[in-house]
């Protein structure tokens, strides 16, 4: 570090005295060749707010406090759906479900005693047959890797690898499914470092194209509704009350009927296995000691029921709480439909009943906020309007370069990570 002369340190001194005290003390700590033109930019901002998520629909913690206080899940189901009727319909349909998106790679193992494994080339369908290319026991690691634009697969005993294939798309069956008969098993599925486990249907790996990353590899989960799918959801837990279990099994059976209209080809699937449409964590929720039998009787006792307005599935959003009253489709997101109306969800900002998110702080780091407002940096942002449900409607970010950006308030949540748009800026 060199020393400053006196004659430096009166120069720097005289242009400190022409500039704003606000900017005098970032100057000081600034290392910017040339203190005048410094601009102070934060490291963080800071919020404060209530609930947790978008608010749209349902409140689970809402539903928790009516099933507690002894009303029924479809009480529950009608107070936050307004105009709505839970009807029967047919459950049975098979839904591709992606529980691997973006991938590079994955790991898939079984411990469990005698089960059998067959890996079939190609994309199989629900219906279909084929002869496999592989036959496998339990205790053997099947590596999924991508390579290039292809699925290298390859299989680990102990300490020996032994390369099987490369394609485009696999099929992966095992026993103890409508597939093939011996020990069910229990799947472990490694990706990005996380486990989870799955018990039912079919496995596909396949290679898809993203617009920004290029060829990926995505894993599907074929899954039936009724149960397969729906034993699997992990969206609260499964020591609440039975009716708000049963209104959760209920609404993620209409979410999923009304989403499964078509394969996405982003995903190869009809729903993603996580929040971007409703977290599906398989056998490692089914199978949860004393809770998981719990869950799978609420959804078995709602066999085939759904919400309906107007005799059509609805497309059954909920969050985990509001703040303080429910927020609208058309506010969140631009799209309005009849039956998310705003209704009263004391229980989301009473600390009883939502501990976590009744009221919340949190301190986002300025390269997040910029990246949100795809902004090179941020100096100031704004409110700028607020929704009836007291959500942040708009929100503006201010450069340093004075460059700004708008949001919405529901996509300004999402992308920084904040809990929910319930939200003010703390100075």
Request: charged share 15%.
């Amino acid at each position: 570090m060199s020393l400053q002369t006196p004659e430096r340190a009166r120069q720097q001194m005289r242009i400190y005295k022409r500039i704003p005290i606000a900017l005098t003390i970032a100057l000081l700590f600034s290392s910017a060749p040339n203190p005048a033109q410094a601009i102070y930019v934060f490291t963080k901002f800071s919020f404060s707010g209530s609930g947790y998520g978008h608010g749209v629909g349902m409140s689970q913690i809402g539903a928790r406090a009516m099933a507690l206080s002894g009303e029924s899940a479809t009480a529950i189901l009608n107070y936050y759906y307004t105009g709505t009727s839970v009807e029967t319909t047919t459950d049975t349909q098979i839904l591709r479900i992606n529980i691997g998106h973006l991938l590079t790679s994955a790991k898939i193992k079984s411990d469990s005693a005698g089960a059998a494994f067959n890996l079939y080339a190609g994309d199989i369908s629900e219906t279909g047959s084929a002869t496999s290319i592989l036959n496998y026991p339990s205790k053997t690691s099947l590596n999924v890797n991508l390579n290039g634009s292809q699925i290298s697969i390859s299989t680990t005993r102990g300490t020996k690898t032994t390369q099987i294939a490369v394609g485009p798309a696999f099929t992966l069956r095992w026993s103890g499914t409508r597939y093939q008969e011996g020990p069910p098993a229990v799947l472990s599925v490694t990706t990005n470092g996380v486990v989870n486990r799955y018990r039912h249907g079919q496995m596909q790996f396949k290679v898809v194209k993203d617009k920004l990353l290029g060829q990926r590899l995505e894993i599907i989960n074929s899954v039936r509704l009724q149960d397969e799918y729906l034993w699997g959801i992990s969206e609260v837990p499964s020591s609440w009350p039975q009716a708000a279990l049963q209104a959760q099994a209920i609404a993620s059976r209409t979410y999923a009927i009304a989403k499964a209209v078509r394969i996405r080809s982003a995903c190869d699937c009809h729903l993603y296995g996580s929040i971007s449409d409703q977290t599906f964590a398989g056998y490692s929720k089914e199978g949860e000691p004393r809770f998981g039998e719990i869950w799978k009787a609420a959804v078995n006792s709602t066999a085939g029921q759904i919400i309906t307005f107007a005799g059509l599935p609805i497309t059954a959003y909920f969050s985990s709480s509001s703040g303080g009253i429910t927020e609208t489709s058309e506010h969140a997101w631009g799209t309005a439909t009849p039956y998310t109306q705003s209704v009263l969800d004391t229980a989301s900002v009473d600390v009883k009943s939502n501990p976590r998110f009744a009221t919340w702080t949190r301190e986002i780091p300025h390269s997040v906020i910029a990246a949100a407002f795809a902004l090179s940096d941020v100096v100031a942002l704004e409110v700028l309007s607020l929704n009836p449900a007291g959500t942040v409607a708009m929100i503006q970010a201010t450069s340093s370069a004075g460059k700004t950006s708008v949001l919405r308030g529901e996509t300004f949540r999402s992308r920084s990570k904040l809990p929910s748009a319930w939200f003010s800026i703390l100075k």
